[in-house]
């Protein structure tokens, strides 16, 4: 399947800092990235869809000055976590919609 | 929009028992369907999955699925299960399809803990 990559894997940052984590894709072009979220012990969720050229779709409750998301090439689409509080604390996982695979996976812990 | 319900949201077995883990989903139009396992402190890892043809999906580690559209579910089996299988197992469902070659917005279902005890 595609090859999806993610950086950092792990980060623990300071409340009020802002993290930013990378999803690439390797092997192919993305024009568009669905970002997840999911807190300790529960289901994943569809945070937005970033897209190449244009401005990402937010889910409902998503906040869009909070959750900073770029598609920046066709092949990096990043998702900046601004001002963190420990109750961002959370496992946010990227999938290009080309493919069933998700990212590795960063696991963000706001001290 | 469609939803996916994860019925039972801890399963414990013992080592070689057969197990299933159910799944129901909620859709006014044809979906795909998708199982997915979490190893702790890991991403997701595709099993199986349902797009088209025989409603009986073998996937990887010896699972199997069974799409049943009349009872709108895709319940996950596998006949003699391992301590390693120990892991959340999760359904999921889009509605989306760009000709076979795009997947789109995946709808979780709540999750599923399988424990292999001894």
């Known amino acids: 399947g595609a090859v999806v990559s993610q950086h950092p894997s792990w980060v623990i940052c300071k409340s009020g800092t802002s993290v930013k984590i990378e999803c690439r894709s390797l092997?192919?072009?993305?024009?568009?990235m669905f970002w997840y979220r999911q807190f300790p012990k529960q289901s994943l969720m569809l945070m937005a869809t970033?897209?190449?050229?244009?401005?990402?779709?937010?889910e409902q409750g998503v906040e869009k000055d909070k959750f900073l998301i770029n598609h920046a090439s066709l092949t990096l689409s990043t998702l900046t976590v601004t001002s963190a509080h420990p109750e961002d604390s959370s496992f946010y996982i990227c999938r290009p919609p080309v493919t069933q695979y998700f990212g590795p996976g960063t696991r963000l812990t706001v001290l | 929009a469609q939803s996916v319900t994860q019925l039972d949201s801890q399963v414990p077995v013992f080592e070689e028992a057969p197990v299933e883990l159910r799944c129901n989903y909620s859709?006014?139009?044809?979906?795909?369907l998708f199982w997915y396992v979490q190893y702790p402190n890991q991403g997701l890892q595709l099993l199986l999955k349902?797009?088209?043809?025989?409603?009986l999906v073998k996937g990887i580690n010896g699972f199997e699925a069974e799409f049943n559209k009349s009872q709108t579910s895709f319940h996950l089996r596998k006949p003699s299960v391992h301590i390693s299988d120990t892991a959340e197992y999760f359904c999921a469902v889009t509605l989306d399809n760009a000709g076979g070659t795009s997947y789109g917005k995946l709808t979780f279902g709540q999750g599923t803990i399988l424990t292999v005890h001894p």
């Open positions: 970033s897209n190449e050229g244009s401005k990402a779709t937010y």
């Open positions: 092997d192919f072009q993305a024009t568009t």
């Open positions: 859709s006014s139009v044809s979906v795909y």
């Open positions: 349902y797009l088209s043809g025989s409603t």
